[in-house]
């Protein structure tokens, strides 16, 4: 099986305009739109990035109740970054050992991954500014098309 790059949603080709003009999938499932609640098992802090930023990633229709998992992920990973951040900026990132050796502490290595996967996940939602300059949103239906309004059409 071949790697390569993960196909990217209908919706999000549409939001970016459909730049590589490939016939787009009219067949892919669309959810429901509405925002999910915030899961309780979630971290505080987890929950103030939720508060944050899912009314208007529901708004712009990037998530939807299907999207819970996913978009919990990223909250998840915010906190934990957030948390091992404040940690190395209170103790520092490295500690002596016994035998007088300077060593990593174990916050570095947590706040790296949860830095990954949180990046990850983000992008996936446009929280990236190379993510979100992909995407077109429309925010007025009757607004002409630019190239109508330029060929005098419309």
Sequence with gaps: MAAGRKPKPTALKELEGNPGKRKLNR?????????????????????????????????????????????????QSYARWKEAQ?????????????????????WVGISNTNQKLMLQAASEFGLTPSSRSRIVVSHDDSEEDEMEELLGGG
């Design 27 to 75: 067949s892919e499932p669309k959810p429901d739109k509405g925002m999910p609640p915030c899961p309780a098992w979630l971290l505080p802090e987890a929950k103030k990035e939720w508060k944050r930023l899912a009314e208007n990633l529901s708004q712009l229709g990037v998530l939807t109740q299907i999207d819970m998992a996913a978009f919990a992920a990223y909250c």
């Design 86 to 106: 404040e940690h190395i900026n209170s103790e520092g990132s490295v500690f002596e050992t016994d035998k007088g050796y300077q060593q990593q502490t174990p």
